[in-house]
Structures are given as C-alpha cells and as structure tokens.
C-alpha cells in the first residue's frame, strides 16, 4: 500500500520581521506553490474525468 503523502500545515510566521524585499520574493515563492498545486489539481480532474469517461462507456 503506498504511503500517504505528508501534509504540510501553514505554520504561524511573524510577517513583521520580514523587510519589504523578504516579503515580495516569499509572496512570488508562494504564488509558484499555488501554481504548482493548481496544475497538480487540473492533472488529477482530468485523470479521474478520463477514467469516468472510460467505465461509464463499457
């Protein structure tokens, strides 16, 4: 059985201790990740529309 993948948690982190350039390359760090994940999310709805597609027409 494989092994479920690990769930990150947002941790709580203090903003304010971030200058002004820190938060603008994380706010782009965190834009690739929601990117990424949104890709990860299209890939996997179209896997399972496919596999409905496939079961539900034989």
Same mark, same amino acid.
């Given at each position: 059985? @494989?092994?479920? @993948?690990?769930?990150?948690?947002?941790?709580?982190?203090?903003?304010?201790? %971030?200058?002004?350039?820190?938060?603008?390359?994380?706010?782009?760090?965190?834009?690739?990740?929601?990117?990424?994940?949104?890709?990860?999310?299209?890939?996997? /709805?179209?896997? /399972?529309?496919?596999?409905?597609? %496939? %079961?539900?027409?034989?």
């Amino acid at each position: 059985m @494989p092994e479920e @993948p690990q769930k990150k948690r947002s941790e709580s982190i203090d903003l304010e201790a %971030f200058s002004e350039d820190e938060l603008v390359v994380r706010i782009a760090e965190l834009k690739d990740d929601i990117a990424a994940c949104e890709r990860e999310l299209e890939k996997k /709805r179209a896997h /399972r529309s496919a596999a409905a597609a %496939f %079961f539900n027409s034989h």
